[in-house]
C-alpha cells in the first residue's frame, strides 16, 4: 500500500459522482475503508478498488432472457 494515491472526501465523491456526505457515511458504516490523517479522512487507491468490487452488480448471465410474456402481445 506504501504506492497506493491517497484521494480525500471532496476528490472522491466527485470522481463518483456523490455527495460527499454518501462518502462520510460509507466511512462511518465501515464499508469504505479510510485514515484519519487529522485534516481529513483520505482514502487508498486500493481501498476505493475493493470497496467497487463489493460493489458492483453481476453480469448478466448468456442465457438470461426476457421472457416471452414480458411485453404486449399483438
Known amino acids: 500500500m506504501p504506492h497506493d494515491r491517497y484521494q480525500t472526501v471532496q476528490e472522491l465523491a466527485e470522481r463518483l ?4 456526505a454518501t462518502v ?4 462511518r458504516s465501515g464499508e469504505l475503508r ?5 485534516k481529513g479522512w483520505r482514502i487508498a487507491d486500493t481501498d476505493l478498488e475493493r470497496f467497487l468490487k463489493i460493489h458492483e452488480t453481476a453480469p ?3 442465457d438470461d432472457t426476457i421472457p ?3 411485453g404486449p402481445r399483438s
Request: no cysteine; glycine share 6%; aromatic share 6%.
Open 60 to 62: 448478466r448471465k448468456q
Open 24 to 27: 462520510r457515511q460509507w466511512i
Open 17 to 20: 459522482e456523490v455527495a460527499e
Open 68 to 70: 416471452n410474456d414480458a
Open 34 to 38: 479510510a485514515i484519519d490523517i487529522g
